[in-house]
């Protein structure tokens, strides 16, 4: 694991946590659910803190194995980790009813 320094929930944005207990939170048991929430919700901060402790190779191996990230999120890791969008578990099992409002 590549942490360089001990990052802990309480670094984040407090909005990104507000249905459950943040001092229960590990994150690197929850990792997958953490770092979906930064994807889909977090500031650019809480993105550079997860980048700078956790590094680019853990995070697209991580969201590869997310079930639905949002398209932007989806986009912006594809992107940035040079992957495929075959590659991700979200993009490969999109939902059969497409949503009424796609943004």
Known sequence: MRQKNKVKISDFSDHLFWDIDRNKLDINKNFSFVLQRVLSYGLFNDWN???KSFG???IAEEAKK????DDKSLHFVAHIS????SDFRCYTTRQSIPRH???
């Open 82 to 85: 040079g992957s495929k969008l």
């Open 66 to 69: 997310i079930r639905n990230l």
């Open 49 to 51: 803190l997860l980048y």
């Open 56 to 58: 680019l190779a853990r």
């Open 101 to 103: 409002w796609h943004f």
